[in-house]
Nanobody, 123 residues
Framework: VQLQASGGGLVQAGGSLRLSCAAS????????MGWFRQAPGKEREFVAL????????YHTDSVKGRFTISRDNAKNTVYLQMNRLKPEDTAVYYC?????????????????WGQGTQVTVSS
């Protein structure tokens, strides 16, 4: 599976962005998909995940109620809708694919990674 993230940019605090992650390969629908982010000088952290069917989602506490992960298996794409953005959301955002089911939070549990897209939130 090859992943290509897009949709990042510069936005003012309180604004919105929608990230997309396009996947190649016929097996996209069999993978759980996650979003991670990495701010300068910090470790890459988990943001959200969605099951292969889209029936289950999980968001880290800091983004609950503001971010929403979704997927369209017909388009081989996963999305991250980000609303009410804060300066502390500034980071490079990565999408990733995991063959595991359940709440998959650790980076090593994801087999494939996109190249990342920069999100910058100004105050």
């Amino acid at each position: 599976v090859q992943l290509q993230a897009s949709g990042g940019g510069l936005v003012q605090a309180g604004g919105s962005l929608r990230l997309s992650c396009a996947a190649s390969g016929r097996t996209f629908s069999s993978y759980g998909m996650g979003w991670f982010r990495q701010a300068p000088g910090k470790e890459r952290e988990f943001v959200a995940l969605i099951s292969w069917s889209g029936g289950s989602t999980y968001h880290t506490d800091s983004v609950k109620g503001r971010f929403t992960i979704s997927r369209d298996n017909a388009k081989n794409t996963v999305y991250l809708q980000m609303n009410r953005l804060k300066p502390e959301d500034t980071a490079v955002y990565y999408c990733a694919a995991t063959p595991l089911s359940g709440v998959v939070l650790l980076r090593y549990e994801y087999d494939y990674w996109g190249q990342g897209t920069q999100v910058t939130v100004s105050s």
